[in-house]
């Protein structure tokens, strides 16, 4: 019967045994809270490498659903027009709608997810954005479908903003890099195989196979999304000091838990999360980061348009074989993740040899990629001008193409976040929303650009945009770190200890980062990617 119980009651467990709980004296911190103590059980660092490799791919399915939602409509393009009997620059609208809900993540779920924990946000947003699929999937009119793709992509936008701080909860920062590398190539798969599979299912289904397949995706991913535990340490330690005072221990009847004795509310949270990171985008790291984020992005969800151009429009080929190319936007996004994944574990060696590092470290592999990038663009484009050149030469061209975004786009990101560390969190939410904001405009003039330009002169252009802005990682290389001493947001150690006590006193109060882990690390979501 006790084998029975544990069963079912599995997908909401604890990762741990209740037996395994101590009844022991209570760990508390310098201050008389509820803490982790070193080897604390309840700590999800502590939780066995399988469990939290379980979570870590559950949350990566979770941001899958969200990405390969987020340009599937673009494989069927001609037929949704054709049905609803509208132009295929408004049908671009879907994919529009879809990214403008993105920009609603960050300044809505990440702070409920501070206030309340992961699991209940999760639960909340991913099963509206199931419910409201079913709005899509059976749309009567052109008008609901729109509503219903601007409404997943705003729910869709919760595990995007708080799957990253799940893994920031369970991984330590050296062993992190594998797993957000790992994130970081669905965050370019997802959308890669989004309008492979839609342009198989056009050639012998109606355009609402393409939803039923988000359909039945959500709902696979639904089931499995209700056997995370909670992460967040803050909820967990509020649990674990209710647990206590509930056992009325000597001496332990009124502990309490580090968040219990903060003055933070949730509308203080929402007031940090809607003005802070306005602030800090027009400091000069964040601003020229955006900028480029915005582009490589943009040219992201250009490339959902411009593959049917080169290999449908321009080759003949069908809906289904024209969108197979994309496949080497996938291999690449592999590749590039397999150099992050190897970068970390040099990294990781030069920590434990008592290697003192900079932010700065992390460009390197923005500088490959931003060299590689106009390149590839380059390539790309006159090789899809001519139709006598091979179709392989632009699908490999396709391939670096994807490597040289996924190096870029990990690197500042990781970039952002050690050079603003207490204030990552809001420096990451002005930047998704830029590059969001851009990606949604990319399907609205693609077609009309490349038809005006040619594939030679549209990618020129781009190139040449890129061209410009490959300086950005060799400037920040070799002078930034002088640029972050002048920035109120960017901590360095010669601003002292003083002011950093402070902004880890804001991060705490304001961003609701508030749990620790027993060595008094951050473990809260600012800290991820």
């Known amino acids: 019967m006790d084998k029975l119980e544990r069963f079912l ?4 467990a604890k990762p741990y045994r209740s037996k395994s709980l101590s009844t022991t004296t209570p760990y508390l911190n310098a201050q008389g809270q509820v803490d982790f103590s070193p ?12 469990r939290r490799w379980y979570i870590t791919v559950i ?8 990405t390969f939602a987020s340009s599937s409509p673009s494989g069927a393009i001609d037929s949704i027009a054709t049905h609803f009997s509208v132009s295929v620059e408004a049908t671009g609208l879907l994919v529009t709608l879809f990214l403008l809900g993105y920009c609603f993540g960050p300044f809505f779920w990440a702070p409920l997810s501070e206030f309340y924990g992961r699991r209940w946000v999760f639960y909340i947003s991913f099963t509206l954005y199931l419910a409201f699929n079913f709005l899509c999937a059976f749309a009567l009119n052109f008008a609901s479908l729109l509503i219903g ?3 997943t992509g705003t729910f869709a ?10 893994l920031a909860d369970i991984w330590g920062p050296i062993e992190r890099g594998n797993a957000l590398a790992l994130f970081s190539v669905m965050t370019f798969v997802g959308p890669s195989l989004g309008p492979v599979v839609a342009g198989f299912l056009e050639l012998k289904e109606d355009w609402r196979w393409n939803f039923y397949v988000l359909l039945w995706l959500a709902g696979i991913t639904e089931l499995l999304m209700f056997t995370i535990p909670e992460t967040l340490p803050s909820v967990i330690l509020l649990n674990k000091a209710r647990r206590i005072r509930g056992e009325k221990l000597e001496g332990f009847e009124h502990v309490k838990a580090p968040v219990e004795e903060t003055d933070r509310t949730l509308a203080g949270l929402y007031k940090v999360a809607l003005t802070r990171p306005w602030k800090i985008l027009v400091d000069p790291i964040s601003l020229a980061t955006a900028v480029y984020l915005s582009v490589v992005y943009m040219l992201l969800y250009m490339l959902f348009t411009i593959y049917p151009i080169v290999f449908q429009q321009k080759r003949g080929w069908n809906s289904g074989v024209g969108q197979l190319p994309l496949v080497g936007a996938v291999i690449g996004a592999v590749l590039g993740g397999a150099l992050i994944f190897w970068n970390s574990l040099r ?17 390197p592999a923005a500088m490959i990629g931003g060299v590689l990038f106009p390149v590839t663009i380059f390539w790309f484009a006159w090789t899809g001008q001519y139709n006598s050149i091979h179709w392989i030469v632009p699908t490999l061209a396709g391939v ?21 560390l207490m204030y990552a969190a809001s420096a990451l939410a002005a930047n998704t929303v830029c590059r969001s904001a851009c990606a949604a405009a990319a399907p609205l003039f693609t077609q009309d650009m490349f038809d005006a330009l040619g594939v030679g002169g549209g990618g020129s252009l781009i190139a040449g945009v890129a061209c410009l802005l490959a300086p950005i990682p060799f400037v920040f290389y070799r002078y930034g770190e002088p640029i972050r001493r002048r920035s109120k947001f960017a901590p360095t150690e010669d601003k002292g200890g003083k002011e950093k006590e402070h902004g880890n006193r804001e991060r705490d109060d304001e961003e609701g980062v508030v749990g620790r882990n027993a060595e008094g690390e951050s473990t809260g979501a600012d800290q991820a990617l």
């Open 149 to 151: 793709r601007f409404l």
């Open 39 to 50: 080897d604390d059980i309840e700590n999800p660092r502590n939780w066995s490498a399988r």
């Open 9 to 12: 009651s599995g997908p909401t």
């Open 400 to 420: 670096f193409l994807s490597t040289s975004i996924l190096l870029v786009f990990v690197a500042f990101l990781n970039y952002l976040t050690d050079t603003y």
């Open 347 to 363: 990294d990781r060696k030069r920590f434990e040899a008592g290697y003192r590092g900079r932010a700065e470290d992390r460009l």
């Open 59 to 66: 949350s990566i399915l979770l941001v899958m659903n969200a």
């Open 157 to 166: 936008s919760s595990p995007m903003s708080n799957s990253p701080g799940v």
